[in-house]
């Protein structure tokens, strides 16, 4: 099939082979319909989809094409790749549920590779149950089962400002209080995009090289910035983002939930930019499972962000179907 990371410079290229997660999905009976527009290398220079629910303003990116066609009904479910913010916004801005796995859980061989130490393979459904029916082989009564065997007597959840429209999950038996995040949290986004750019650059320094402005403009701008970084700030950025590893395994600890929006607000108007991935960037850095939930279903959908520790990637996807079900019920 097409292979052509989202650019007219590979026009016409073809795969030699699939992907491992494309081989393991064919090997349960999945059948694979197409592939879906990215933005070129899966960078912020807008791909040409449109926005199902919103013609006029942003899909998000990079994953834009997956997200839109889950949206639109095309599929009933879609892969992405996550490097900061690229499954969970596009998510959030067309109204459907997007989760992005504990890092290294689905096999990246065979995917473009972006910045290795934060590219992780991420998942579209339409809802949240829809996510728990494709990755949980149970019941609904064994997701609950599997929530209560996971944490025990509820245990507060924590919502992190400005989140605001939660207030408490008082059907699912979960109390809500608002937290604050431990030192050193406000420079995780710095960290992360830092990192993004560092690994970004090294990996496609070539095809600036060759091709200068034409692999798209915020590329190529990424890519020069990257390559002026130093090994030294790379180094305390990498060290950074491992000190809060440890910083917030103790809060998960505490919170096994952590609520926030899946994106700094609506999808933006217009079709020149792909957003904001600040909500989202934070928690791929760190590794750990999120899923964004699409209960805000207004005129311009907002999903819940809904995040857990390290490897809880099944707890966490039973719960976003526990408080999607409960969300609509009250």
Not at 181 to 186: H, N, R, V
Not at 201 to 214: D, F, I, K, M
Request: include cysteine; charge should be neutral; charged fraction near 15%.
């Amino acid at each position: 099939m097409p292979t052509e990371c989202g650019s007219a410079l590979l026009a016409g290229r073809l795969g030699t082979r699939d992907a491992a997660v494309i081989r393991e999905l064919r090997s349960m009976g999945a059948v694979l319909l197409g592939k879906t527009h990215t933005t070129a290398f899966a960078s912020f220079d807008p791909a040409p989809t449109r926005n199902p629910r919103l013609p006029g303003h942003t899909p998000g990116g990079s994953s834009s094409g997956s997200a839109a066609a889950v949206a639109a009904g095309m599929v009933p479910f879609a892969l992405g790749t996550q490097t900061l913010g690229s499954v969970l916004r596009p998510a959030s801005y067309c109204g459907v549920c997007g989760f992005k796995p504990t890092y290294g859980r689905l096999p990246m061989e065979g995917v473009m590779p972006f910045a290795p130490s934060l590219d992780t393979l991420g998942l579209f459904t339409g809802t949240a149950g829809d996510m728990a029916c494709l990755l949980f082989t149970g019941t609904a009564g064994d997701m609950a089962c599997l929530w209560e065997r996971s944490w025990g007597s509820p245990k507060p959840v924590a919502e992190l400002p400005p989140m605001g429209q939660v207030g408490a999950l008082p059907a699912t038996g979960l109390p809500v209080v608002s937290l604050k995040m431990p030192d050193g949290w406000g420079e995780l986004l710095a960290a992360a995009r830092l990192i993004n750019d560092y690994e970004g650059a090294r990996t496609h320094r070539e095809l600036l090289a060759r091709h200068g402005e034409a692999i798209g403009a915020r590329l190529a701008e990424l890519i020069r910035h990257g390559l002026a970084l130093t090994e030294d700030e790379y180094a305390a950025a990498r060290k950074h983002v491992e000190a809060m590893r440890g910083a917030m395994a103790r809060v998960f600890d505490a919170y096994p939930l952590l609520l926030s929006a899946a994106a700094t607000g609506p999808a933006p108007e217009g079709l020149e930019s792909t957003g904001d991935p600040s909500a989202n960037a934070p928690w791929t850095a760190l590794g750990v499972p999120a899923i964004s939930v699409p209960i805000f279903r207004q005129a311009a959908p907002l999903g819940l962000q809904i995040t857990a520790a390290w490897g809880r990637d099944d707890e966490l996807v039973a719960a976003a179907a526990l408080v999607e079900r409960v969300w609509f019920k009250s």
